[in-house]
């Protein structure tokens, strides 16, 4: 009779797999660290041979590895995450048909390679997540409906508006029979729609949705919430598209002062130096060494929204932008985008005959889609 490995062993070989966990790539191949070739050959036997411990460990090691790849993808890290989420996918295999992790891992490396800008490989993961995600949280499911919402939002920002449309429909219908018309969701559904009818130039029709959405995210959300907010600001450019310029205008400036708070708090304390020059004879202005682009986002994609935001900025003597305040403001969090990415900006500072000063400009920063 031949007998499974001791409680001794049976803990060597399960620190080995942790180990190997850590150190796969998305390849699956263990990389940089080498490991005697006997061991590795007898683990893969293990593995291979489906033995129980093993396999009952495998879940665990998923929970684990998807959260540091879920935890890196949130903070940037997408090199991290892709090895993570990569590895995560692969142990998802072994787990049932309608386990949620295995929806999860397929649609978290869908956003990953958004996040990295490739729009192109999400479309077979999220094809590949999608009876997976019907039969893990069942299709009359909120959390299924969820998923077709993210998908059309995929779509619609590929521009693939009929395949956007559908998906955002499906979800739609989903919402308003599991959680009835006025609800924080449907709303969401409706905002996207509205969207995308304004985009396809259907502009009575998203009219007549940015309208319903705005009604119930002011009801149940408050007009001080970003997602009302970011409503308004939408509603505001179709109603210019319009022509009902008093009405846009009214709408802009009411999500521009809900905004302000939040614009004011990135800024903080910063004040202008009292001996800061501006252009003028005598005075040679700062140049720019150093340029961040600005991120988009999302909700700003798919509206195609494109312009300037102008910033209020002193650059100091170490060629630093200080962000004093926001001239011209753009929107749907380009705004707060620009702030970010101006503070990375570097100069060569400002002078005044031989003497380095700092200088008060109007930095303007662009926002063009390709």
């Known amino acids: 009779m031949v007998h499974g490995p001791g409680p001794d062993t049976l803990r060597v070989f399960q620190g080995l797999v942790k180990i190997g966990v850590t150190n796969w790539g998305g390849s699956g191949l263990i990389r940089r ?24 460990a495998q879940p665990a090691d998923w929970d ?24 995560a996918e692969e142990l998802s295999r072994n787990l049932p048909a309608n386990d949620p992790r295995r929806a999860r891992s397929l649609i978290s490396l869908a956003r990953l390679h958004r996040a990295e800008g490739d729009y192109a490989k999400p479309e077979d993961l999220y094809r590949a997540a999608d009876p997976v995600a019907r039969a893990a949280y069942g299709p009359d499911s909120v959390e299924y409906a969820r998923f077709l919402n993210e998908v059309g939002r995929y779509y619609h920002t590929r521009r693939k508006y009929e395949l956007a449309d559908q998906f955002y429909m499906q979800a739609f219908k989903l919402r ?32 007549v949705y940015y309208e319903h959405a705005l009604q119930i995210r002011s009801k149940l959300l408050g007009p001080t919430d970003l997602k009302t907010v970011e409503t308004e600001e939408h509603f505001a450019r179709l109603l210019a598209k319009l022509q009902r310029s008093e009405e846009a205008a009214e709408l802009a400036s009411k999500a521009i002062a809900a905004r302000r708070p939040r614009l004011l708090e990135m800024i ?37 929204h494109e312009g300037s935001v102008a910033l209020d900025v002193e650059i100091d003597r170490e060629g630093r932008p200080r962000i004093l305040g926001v001239v011209k403001s753009l929107g749907l969090g380009l705004d707060e985008n620009a702030i970010v990415a101006a503070r990375k900006w570097r100069f060569r500072p400002a002078r005044k005959g031989s003497e380095k000063v700092d200088y008060r400009a109007t930095l303007e920063i662009n926002f063009r889609l390709l």
């Not at 005697?36 to 007898?42: K, N, S």
């Not at 029979?177 to 029709?205: F, M, T, W």
């Not at 005598?282 to 991120?295: F, S, T, Y």
Request: proline share 5%.
């Open 176 to 207: 308003v029979a599991a959680l009835g018309k006025e609800n924080v969701e449907v709303a969401e559904s409706i905002n996207n729609l509205a969207v995308l009818y304004e985009n396809e130039v259907r502009l009575e029709k998203a009219r």
């Open 268 to 304: 903080g304390d910063a004040k202008p130096s009292p001996d800061a020059v501006r252009a003028g004879i005598g005075v040679k202005g700062p140049e720019l060494i150093e340029q961040a682009d600005p991120d988009y986002t999302e909700e700003a994609r798919i509206a195609h």
């Open 64 to 87: 684990s590895v998807f959260e540091q790849g879920s935890e890196a993808l949130a903070g940037g890290d997408l090199a991290r995450a892709e090895s993570s989420l990569t590895l």
């Open 33 to 56: 660290r080498r490991y005697p070739a006997m061991v590795l050959a007898l683990l893969a036997a293990l593995v291979a041979a489906g033995f129980e411990p093993l396999a009952r």
